[in-house]
């Protein structure tokens, strides 16, 4: 029978975890990618290792996340993480819209399931963590991006766009990916060398606005406009940049887990329409990679993971409960994770990169 769960493991990753097992002590860095509803797939394998296996460390755990990834993240550093994971996929599987919703209405929307996820005082948890170092990826706008009004952005997409077909570096002419970290410092592994990036301290009034920002997707939801602390200017949806982060950036000592959708990585948004701009995970020797694996998606009921497509292609009863079939088939996953971690063979069903 074929396996619910994919697993790659890098070089540094597989050896170190043949000689000392699944311990969490090992992984310094947490990713998240972008992906809307595709979240929804990874809620039961997030709940057992933000809930347990992740807590079985004292060391220091960074966090970099954009847009749902991030969200995600925010679960991992409430007081239970499980109980937030369960606040914010109710919220979400709510969602219900007009048949053309407005930016303005979707970004309502956005911003009450972030209220249901960190509650009154999760901004305030987050930012003060004792374990949990949060990174929290935006795209500021430069130019035509910088603009709301539909005209000057479609411009400015358009630019980008075909700019980042010719080279990624082009693409910094109109966005600057922003940082927000919890802490003093940001981790200084993720001394991100591109984009111009700069960083920026959270603070509990810019916690929500910079969540939002990270997962706001230009022409459906309205963005964020002059950020608390942060440059002046308007904030995009952290994948603009960052959609599946380009792993080589990387300089911590630990371990990276990756729990995501697939094992296809693209580094930005607009790569995700160029299969050359593919991210190689091969020569990562410190990535862990979790996924669905291909047969387990093929099994789903429609032979995909949720995606932003089910708000315009399925009424909402038929989506909400397509989706909960999803998240009902996604225990395998979990359960699969749980067995490995506690068995004989610690690399048992795992793929050797590198």
Known sequence: MASALSIYLGREAAGRISQEGWSAELF???????????????????????????????GIL??????????????LAMQDPVKAIERFEAAYLSQHYAAKPTTAEVSQASLAILQQLL??????????????????VTARGR?????SSTPALATGMGAAALGNTVSRHLLSHLFQRVVFHSGAQPNPGLALDDFNTRYCQLQADNVQPALHASGAIPFVLTGERDISGAPAGHYWDGGIIDYHFDLRQYHGQGLVLYPHFSASLAPGWFDKFLPWRRAAIHDIGKLVLLCPSPEFIADLPLGK?????????????????????CIEQSKALAQEFGELIQGSDPLRGATLLG
Do not use: M
């Open 28 to 58: 310094s860095l947490l990713l998240g990618a972008s992906g809307g509803p595709k979240w929804l797939i990874l809620g039961q394998l997030d709940r057992l290792l933000f809930g347990d296996f992740l807590q079985r460390s004292e």
């Open 143 to 147: 130019g035509p991006t910088a603009a």
């Open 305 to 325: 993971i949720p995606d932003r497509s089910d708000f315009s292609r399925l009424p909402d009863d038929k989506r909400i409960r397509y989706w909960e079939q």
């Open 119 to 136: 509650g009154d005082t999760g901004a305030t948890r987050l930012v003060n963590h004792p374990r949990i170092r949060s990174h929290i």
């Open 62 to 75: 960074s966090t970099l996340g954009s847009s749902i990834g991030c969200w995600r993240h925010a679960c």
